[in-house]
């Protein structure tokens, strides 16, 4: 077996040209988040640190490196919407990570049109293949392992509405591939798309 491996401890520095966690916890999907403010103004922010963590209520989670719009709007009116980011629109996602004034619609920044959720007040991204409309359940801020709090947070919803573009149900199944998610894969600009799945099934207990 290999044994060759370059080690480190993060908190003395990685030693190489850049930073590899992101491409080793990788490909993570994006989580693109509208929230509104308490003044009804639209945010819309993609979010790489972002999972599903549940099923039996399905449970969403993205994690914020700072106390941005996207946190503080959700702490204030308890909502937000998570569209699917697909490669046909990875450009406009990519126009919406652009640092703006709070208050920017960011959904009209890229030319993005809106589509009314069903259960929650902000709206989703109406090209997206799928949307989870969420309601918060916790915001956390973090701590590292002496106990410091961190400028991150990871805010958990609970998805209660599910839209899906009918040309993505085959059969009645959710055709990922067809769809062609991206995830980010690290460094300054990497992404995958998913445009193929293979099967396994689980072993019989």
């Not at 573009?165 to 067809?178: N, P, Q, S």
Request: proline fraction near 7%.
């Amino acid at each position: 077996m290999p044994t060759d491996t370059h080690f480190y401890d993060p908190r003395q520095g990685h030693g190489l040209p850049h930073d590899p966690f992101k491409a080793i916890v990788a490909p993570r999907p994006i989580g693109w988040i509208t929230s509104m403010d308490r003044q009804g103004r639209v945010n819309l922010a993609p979010y790489s640190f972002f999972n599903a963590f549940t099923a039996r209520p399905p449970i969403v989670a993205y994690g914020s490196e700072g106390y941005k719009d996207s946190v503080r709007n959700v702490e204030e009116t308890g909502e937000f919407v998570c569209s699917i980011v697909t490669r046909e629109l990875a450009e406009a996602m990519n126009e919406t990570c652009r640092a703006v004034a709070p208050g920017v619609n960011e959904m009209e920044l890229a030319g993005l049109d809106a589509a009314a959720s069903t259960q929650v007040k902000p709206p989703r991204v109406a090209a997206a293949p799928a949307a989870l409309e969420c309601k918060l359940l916790q915001i956390l801020r973090l701590k590292d392992v002496d106990g410091r709090e961190l400028e991150s947070h990871i805010v958990i919803g609970q998805v209660v509405g599910v839209h899906i573009r009918r040309e993505f149900l085959k059969d009645g199944i959710y055709d990922t591939a067809a769809s062609r998610p991206i995830a980010r894969c690290g460094y300054r600009g990497d992404y995958a798309e998913v445009t193929s799945l293979f099967e396994m099934i689980r072993p019989a207990d």
